[in-house]
């Protein structure tokens, strides 16, 4: 049960195209309720929670995003801070102990900019991604604007025929070449989904 508490700690979670951050709340409420069940099956396995606050371990700084708008961005960072704030407030009903991370320290890694323009092991390095994920944008081949031409082609230029594929599927060969650049077999186990 701890090298399963641990683990939780140790996950890291990649959206190449946050929006306002919808997966990564999701996800991250997810794992708070993962570790509130360890918490919970310790205390009934007779073990004493008396600081629930030092057991807490799971926090925003574990995810990493790209968003090519500010203001998504922004709100996925609120949101995750949100999230975490309300998950402490059930784990504080729970075990009759007040806890909230007051003030903030960690932060969501969150970067505006392009993702078909952004090297991705800039923002998280492959060997400590354990998950992609995310819902980037579909656009028709005749429905790009010119700068999207160019960034498919950036990412596509070897590709023959990708011209005619979903903007989507830029992401696709980002997330296969990211995976890729992984040292070894048993770094690239941790990239351990890939759901774009
Ligand atoms: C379908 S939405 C994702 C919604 C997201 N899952 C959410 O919870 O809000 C696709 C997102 O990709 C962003 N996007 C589009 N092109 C991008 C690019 N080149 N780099 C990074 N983000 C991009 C859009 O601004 C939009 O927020």
Redesign the pocket.
Same mark, same amino acid.
Not at 15 to 23: Q, S, T
């Given at each position: 049960m701890f090298e399963f508490h641990k683990k939780l700690r140790s996950l890291t979670f990649f959206?190449? *195209? %946050? =929006? %306002? =951050?919808?997966?990564l709340v999701i996800t991250y409420r997810e794992l708070h309720l993962l570790e509130w069940a360890v918490l919970s099956a310790s205390r009934e396995s007779g073990q004493q929670v008396l600081d629930v606050q030092s057991l807490i371990n799971i926090d925003v700084d574990q995810f990493y995003s /790209?968003? /090519?708008?500010e203001f !998504?961005a922004q709100i996925a960072q609120v949101a995750l801070w949100l999230t975490d704030y309300q998950m402490n407030m059930k784990i504080s009903e729970e075990f009759g102990a007040y806890f909230a991370r007051i003030p903030l320290k960690a932060t969501p890694h969150i970067i505006c *900019?392009? *993702?078909?323009q952004t090297d991705w092991a800039e923002v998280l390095r492959p060997e400590r991604c354990s998950y992609v994920l =995310?819902? !980037?944008?579909f656009i028709g081949y005749t429905q790009r604007s010119a700068g999207q031409k160019s960034?498919m082609e950036v990412v596509c230029h070897n590709i023959h025929g990708a011209g005619v594929l979903d903007f989507v599927a830029a992401w696709y060969v980002k997330a296969t070449r990211y995976m890729h650049h992984t040292r070894s077999l048993s770094l690239s186990k941790g990239l351990q989904t890939l759901k774009l």
């Open positions: 959206d190449p *195209a %946050c =929006g %306002c =951050g919808n997966f /790209i968003e /090519i708008e !998504p *900019a392009n *993702a078909l =995310g819902n !980037p944008p960034d």
